[in-house]
Each structure stands twice: as structure tokens, then as C-alpha cells.
């Protein structure tokens, strides 16, 4: 039996990465798992694969749309879609500061919206209010700051800044809403940087290398089962004790 066994989960950005790595874990844990990226053909663990922009509040809103026409609620939403554009603040273009908050920060601020109406009707055996768990991917730089990253840290930190507020705005509605903070995570993301300097990083890390998305995943599902029913406005950090 899985800890998340008759669930249906929402998660973005899940083309590679920790997205596809935390549609795996919801997926092993028992969860009906609608993954969503801008270009994806195939998640393994999925039930569902949907091309979404999320920085596009209709087609955010048609995705809802279409999981709950399908699986007939929505559970657990898992806000992972990002993007970095990095560059020092002086030479940073607007676009690239745009992007970097649509896709981040926007991207969640909407699937948050699209998906409070369906889970506020969410019903318990029981027919009481059952809710249901958000959990957005922020990162240890939302939390630090990071040179070269001005959109990219302003985009996390509102993401834990709106994690909080969700959690007071619709915790009456037992919707529950908390954060993963990963530090250096091999991906996509992190292998363009060069060799000498992910050494670099990982000898500032107190467990001296960086994390497997699978460590991000298990939070998230923690975070999204019954185990975590009273924890709430959190931010956990995945980080290897960075910060
Ligand atoms: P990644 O390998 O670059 O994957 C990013 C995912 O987001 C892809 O599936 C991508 O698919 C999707 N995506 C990007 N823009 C999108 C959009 N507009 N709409 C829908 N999906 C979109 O990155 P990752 O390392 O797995 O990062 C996942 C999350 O963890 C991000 O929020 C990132 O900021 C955060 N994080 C990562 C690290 C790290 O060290 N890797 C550390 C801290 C936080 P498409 O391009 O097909 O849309």
C-alpha cells in the first residue's frame, strides 16, 4: 500500500529532472499522476502527459480542466516548472527578467488559482472537507540570494513568500501548502555548468556533493501524504546542510 494510494497529482515541469523524478516517486507511492512540461511526449509513472506552458493561464486552466474531467478531482499539485535566464543585474534585458518571473513565479501563482476551486470541493470518505496538498520546488538561492541570479532569487523568493500565503488563505479549506528548497541538484539545470566549478560547489556543501532529484522527490511526496496532515506554510531544505 502507498502512502499516496487513490490520489490524482498535478505536477509540472515534469519532462526531466526532478519533475520526472517526483512523478516517479507520487507515482510508486500509489498517486494518478498528470505530468505536464511545454514539450513532453511520454513520463514514465504517468497516467496523463499534457503540454502546458504555465506561464499561460489558459492553458493552465484547461489542464485542470481536463484532470478533473478525467480523474474527477485534483488532490496535489507540485509547482516544479523553472527556468534559469542568469546574468548580472546591471546587464540583465527585461525579457529575461520577465521570463524568469512568468514561468517561476506566475507559472505557480496560476496553477495555485486554477486548482483551489476543484480542491476546496475535494470530500473524505467520511463526506467532510478533505482538501488537498500544494507543494512548490523553490531553492536555497530564493533563500541566500546569488549573484548573477537576480530574476531567478526574486522568482523563489516569492515562491515561498506565496507558499505561506496560501497556507493562510486556504487552510480553512484544509488545503495545505508547503515548499522544497533543493540546493545543487544534478540536472539539467546544474550539469552546464563547468566541471571545476560544480567542484568548487560541492566543497562549500557539508556533505561534499550535490543531490539526486530522488532526494528532492521524497520530500515531495512526504510533504504532499497524510504523514505531513499538519504541517503547513513550511519551507524544507534539501540541501546538504548549504544553509
Ligand atoms: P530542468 O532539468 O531544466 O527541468 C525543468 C522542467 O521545467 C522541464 O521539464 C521543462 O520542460 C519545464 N518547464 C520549463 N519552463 C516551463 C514552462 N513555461 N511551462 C511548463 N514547463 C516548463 O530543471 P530541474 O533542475 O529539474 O529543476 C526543477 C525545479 O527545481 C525548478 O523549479 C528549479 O528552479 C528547481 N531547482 C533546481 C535546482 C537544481 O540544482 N537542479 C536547485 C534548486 C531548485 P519544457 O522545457 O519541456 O517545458
Same mark, same amino acid.
Do not use: H, Y
Given at each position: 500500500m502507498g502512502t499516496l494510494?487513490?490520489?490524482?497529482?498535478?505536477?509540472?515541469?515534469a519532462s526531466r529532472g526532478i519533475g520526472a523524478a517526483i512523478v516517479g516517486k507520487l507515482a510508486a507511492e500509489g498517486a494518478t499522476v498528470?505530468?505536464?512540461?511545454?514539450?513532453?511526449?511520454?513520463?514514465?509513472?504517468?497516467?496523463?502527459?499534457?503540454?502546458?506552458?504555465?506561464?499561460?493561464?489558459e492553458q493552465v486552466d484547461a489542464c485542470v480542466k481536463e484532470t478533473v474531467a478525467k480523474f474527477g478531482r485534483v488532490d496535489i499539485l507540485v509547482n516544479n516548472a523553472g527556468i534559469t535566464?542568469?546574468?548580472? @543585474?546591471? &546587464?540583465?534585458?527585461?525579457?529575461?527578467?520577465d521570463q524568469v518571473i512568468d514561468i517561476n513565479l506566475k507559472g505557480t501563482f496560476l496553477f495555485t488559482r486554477a486548482v483551489s476551486r476543484p480542491m476546496m470541493k475535494n470530500k473524505g470518505a467520511d463526506g467532510q472537507p478533505s482538501g488537498g496538498a500544494i507543494v512548490n520546488i523553490a531553492s536555497v538561492v530564493g533563500i541566500t540570494g546569488n549573484a548573477g541570479q537576480a530574476n531567478y532569487t526574486s522568482s523563489k523568493g516569492g515562491v515561498i513568500a506565496l507558499t505561506k500565503t496560501v497556507a493562510k488563505e486556504l487552510g480553512s479549506r484544509q488545503i495545505r501548502c508547503n515548499a522544497v528548497a533543493p540546493?545543487?541538484?544534478r540536472s539539467q539545470m546544474t550539469d552546464v555548468l563547468p566541471e571545476?566549478?560544480?567542484?568548487?560547489y560541492a566543497q562549500?556543501?557539508? @556533505?561534499? &556533493?550535490?543531490g539526486e532529484a530522488t532526494d528532492v522527490a521524497n520530500a515531495v511526496a512526504w510533504l504532499a501524504s497524510d504523514a505531513a496532515s499538519y504541517v503547513t506554510g513550511q519551507v524544507i531544505s534539501v540541501n546538504g546542510g548549504m544553509v
Open positions: 494510494d487513490g490520489r490524482i497529482a498535478i505536477v509540472t515541469g498528470v505530468a505536464c512540461a511545454r514539450s513532453i511526449e511520454s513520463c514514465p509513472g504517468a497516467s496523463l502527459c499534457l503540454k502546458v506552458d504555465v506561464s499561460n493561464a535566464k542568469d546574468g548580472l @543585474l546591471m &546587464r540583465m534585458s527585461d525579457a529575461d527578467w540546493g545543487f541538484i571545476d566549478v560544480k567542484n568548487q562549500t556543501i557539508p @556533505l561534499k &556533493r550535490f
